[in-house]
């Protein structure tokens, strides 16, 4: 669904990904960069796949909230083919 060579930076709003397919990486969202995420943001990914990386391929997700506010990303029912990556959140000040 989303490829970028660079940041995928959502400021803000709902993003739903759903029935994405990738041939080779990052079945919802393929990201050679970060994905930053603020405060008001949500991004939600849903049946996707692909060889690595079923849901999300990227290098951090990053919250940018001020403070300890949960950062509101959800992937369900995303499938690999090779192997299922685990992506912590950072929580930057």
């Known amino acids: ?3 970028t060579p660079y940041h995928f930076t959502q400021s803000g709003g709902v993003v739903s990904l759903e029935g994405c397919k990738a041939s080779r990486e990052g079945g919802g969202i393929f990201s050679r960069g ?11 990914i849903r ?7 079923g849901g999300i391929m990227t290098t951090w997700i ?5 403070g300890l506010k949960p950062l509101m990303l959800e992937a369900s029912l995303c499938n ?3 192997r299922l990556l ?4 950072r929580v930057e000040d």
């Open 1 to 3: 669904c989303i490829n």
């Open 34 to 44: 970060n994905i930053p995420m603020e405060e008001t943001a949500t991004l939600t």
């Open 47 to 53: 049946d996707s796949q692909a060889e690595r990386g």
């Open 62 to 66: 990053n919250n940018k909230a001020r």
């Open 80 to 82: 690999v083919s090779l």
């Open 86 to 89: 685990s992506l912590i959140p």
